[in-house]
């Protein structure tokens, strides 16, 4: 076995191994009704079980990185799927440091299918080790992604922690505007949340089935003397095309429910290569969301929030609404640090500036001026309770569109996803 290998399947070992330490916090958080002993005795026996299990995972991820860096030569950072793992280890940290200082067992039934999420998203993009481009090659560099990582990770445990306090504190009994409303917000994130999940599922169904759709683009671009210059492309789709690549044709496809022709093509104003399959790719994450909900709601006969908000009746969230405060406070400098004073460092010397208004630096600038924000309006506006985790969940919603949505959809300097 070669070391590479090894090192996939200690991330392997690491994903399995998380989610079985959720089914030790589930037990934790939900079999005290059935206990016979005392609850909080019986929570912290099964939440400490899984805390050690949780521990072991992360043992196991941190072999699977330690293996990486090793075969590959370099900290592996360098694409989606080598920063998406390395910040599922960072979230797995976080959640350590603030567990053991709060020993509050439902975090964890919540941290941990964040961090199993976040890792079988990371497994969505190409795994093999690639060499590192020039502006890559830096010690700078390094520190200025696993300190932003590491400060994204405490924001992760915070938003984590947040969300259970809305779910523990929004009345879905009233039926007042106020109240209507913040359930149809609460929602919405559980929605999110199964878009992600519904992406998913598509993309290992359909890769796990063989599925493969083939396109000819013709790519035409006027160059500075004015004349055209004409290239073409080969766009390899995984999911069945919906929307086909601007000015393409078919070179082959595989029906599917009916389905043996895109339905339209995306439109000339999206930009790259790969606009067309990203497009097709939030069609499908959409539709398979909207899927997932409906059954849910269909055997649920009610709202998500509503079935899960009466399993959280004895949680006090005071509790949460300081645990969800910490842990975004302590993200916050290490954040500052990595995204931006490391990250202007790295900036100049990859490109001989500071500051070049490239859409990922904007977007952590935007990120650090939300949480900036978020403490401003805690501090010194005593915005507490469910004003705060309200922030705290938009917070992490920003966060994930700056890790995934610049990198994927907007182009720029930083667009090193390694998307195949």
Do not use: C
């Not at 690639?130 to 990770?153: K, M, Y």
Request: overall charge positive; cysteine-free.
């Amino acid at each position: 076995m070669s070391l590479l290998d090894f090192s996939r399947n200690a991330l392997m070992a690491a994903l399995l191994i998380y989610s079985a330490s959720f089914i030790f916090f589930m037990i934790a958080v939900g079999g005290k009704k059935w206990s016979n002993r005392e609850p909080a005795a019986h929570a912290r026996k099964w939440g400490w079980i899984g805390f050690g299990i949780a521990v072991a995972g992360w043992a196991a991820h941190v072999t699977f990185f330690i293996t990486r860096w090793i075969a590959g030569g370099h900290i592996p950072t360098s694409n989606m799927y080598e920063f998406m793992t390395m910040l599922a280890m960072a979230v797995m940290l976080a959640f350590i440091v603030i567990y053991l200082i709060y020993r509050n067992t439902l975090l964890g039934a919540f941290t941990l299918p964040l961090t199993v999420i976040i890792i079988a998203y990371a497994s969505v993009f190409p795994s093999e080790i690639q060499p590192l481009i020039p502006s890559l090659n830096s010690n700078w560099l390094r520190v200025h992604v696993t300190t932003a990582a590491l400060g994204e990770s405490f924001f992760a445990v915070g938003f984590a922690a947040a969300l259970v306090q809305l779910l523990r504190v929004v009345d879905f009994t009233r039926t007042d505007k106020a109240g209507m409303r913040s359930r149809r917000w609460v929602e919405s994130f559980l929605f999110i949340i199964l878009i992600v999940i519904g992406f998913l599922v598509s993309v290992f169904a359909f890769r796990s089935a063989g599925y493969q759709a083939e396109f000819r683009q013709t790519v035409v671009k006027v160059d500075d003397q004015g004349q055209e210059q004409t290239t073409v492309h080969q766009v390899i789709y995984g999911l069945p095309p919906f929307v086909k690549p601007y000015n393409s044709e078919v070179v082959k496809m595989d029906g599917f429910l009916g389905l043996d022709k895109p339905l339209f093509q995306a439109p000339s104003w999206m930009n790259g290569v790969n606009a067309g399959r990203k497009l097709n790719t939030i069609i499908w994450s959409v539709l398979s969301g909207l899927i997932l909900y409906g059954l849910l709601r269909l055997i649920a006969r009610k709202q998500l929030g509503a079935v899960i908000h009466p399993h959280l009746s004895d949680i006090d969230p005071d509790d949460l609404d300081e645990i969800s405060y910490r842990s975004i406070a302590i993200g916050y400098p290490i954040f500052t640090l990595g995204a931006l004073i490391f990250a202007m460092i790295w900036a100049q010397i990859a490109w001989s500036r500071f500051w070049g208004w490239d859409p990922k630096e904007v977007w952590a600038l935007i990120t650090w001026l939300f949480y900036t924000a978020y403490l401003h309006l805690r501090l010194s506006r005593g915005w507490l309770g469910a004003k705060s985790a309200w922030l705290a969940v938009i917070g992490f919603l920003v966060v994930l569109f700056t890790l995934i949505g610049v990198n994927l959809v907007i182009a720029g300097l930083h667009s090193y996803a390694g998307v195949s």
